[in-house]
């Protein structure tokens, strides 16, 4: 993405404290005295007492540190590539751009949850969730989607979000299904939509047994891309 950058100085005070020691000798007179009348019983000696003295010493460290911001201009990629991709798509109907960087650059199809998930009343196994999902500056659509888990849900939404907005990415995810093996063991099943050109109609594309925990979803959508370019090629 684009990228504005400045410098910008600062300064950094630090505080640090140290205990100073010092010991100081004092001299004091101690007298012993009896009556006034047997003056030649009076007695005084010096007595030195040694002090120790504490001295705590405060220092301020004041550093001057230059720093580089940058701040990421999506605006201006979204607007360059938008421009290119509709001279290019009048000829290349499999191209892509347009809706490209509108995915990549644009805040078209931002989802956010505004609800916590909850069990579905209908599939014991599976959570309801509901975002809300922004197309330009002032439309929201609010979107409810029920699945497995919410890595899948955030990809359903992602999907969901932009045919919202008009957007048709290439490959998206459509939905997961659970399938049991012959022993018992449950896969999720990932179907995706394969949509050649801009408009056109999608084709399923479903990818088997193997990608049974969270992460395989990242997996999936790399093998139903391979997939697709190879359907549409």
């Not at 009348?37 to 540190?65: E, S």
């Not at 992460?215 to 997939?227: F, P, R, T, Y």
Request: net charge positive.
């Amino acid at each position: 993405m684009a990228t504005i950058c400045r410098t910008v100085q600062e300064s950094i005070e630090t505080t640090y404290t140290e205990n100073v020691e010092s010991w100081v000798n004092k001299q004091s007179a101690k007298c012993k005295r009896s009556a006034w009348w047997k003056p030649w019983k009076w007695l005084c000696w010096l007595v030195w007492v040694l002090v120790k003295i504490i001295t705590v010493v405060v220092y301020t460290v004041i550093q001057i540190v230059s720093r580089v911001l940058c701040h990421v201009v999506s605006w201006v990629l979204l607007v360059g590539f938008t421009a290119v991709g509709s001279v290019v798509q009048t000829w290349c109907h499999k191209c892509w751009i347009v809706d490209w960087a509108n995915i990549h650059f644009g805040s078209d199809g931002n989802c956010e949850q505004i609800e916590d998930k909850r069990p579905s009343l209908e599939k014991p196994d599976q959570f309801v969730y509901t975002f809300i999902c922004k197309c330009g500056k002032n439309e929201q659509h609010k979107v409810t989607v029920t699945t497995f888990n919410d890595e899948i849900a955030a990809e359903l939404v992602r999907t969901e979000g932009l045919k919202k907005c008009g957007i048709t990415p290439a490959v998206v995810l459509s939905d997961a299904t659970i399938e049991v093996d012959s022993k018992g063991t449950s896969y999720l099943n990932y179907v995706f939509d394969c949509t050649c050109k801009p408009g056109g109609f999608p084709t399923k594309i479903t990818i088997p047994k193997g990608f049974f925990d969270s992460n395989g979803l990242s997996d999936a959508l790399k093998e139903a891309k391979k997939q697709c370019r190879s359907l549409c090629s």
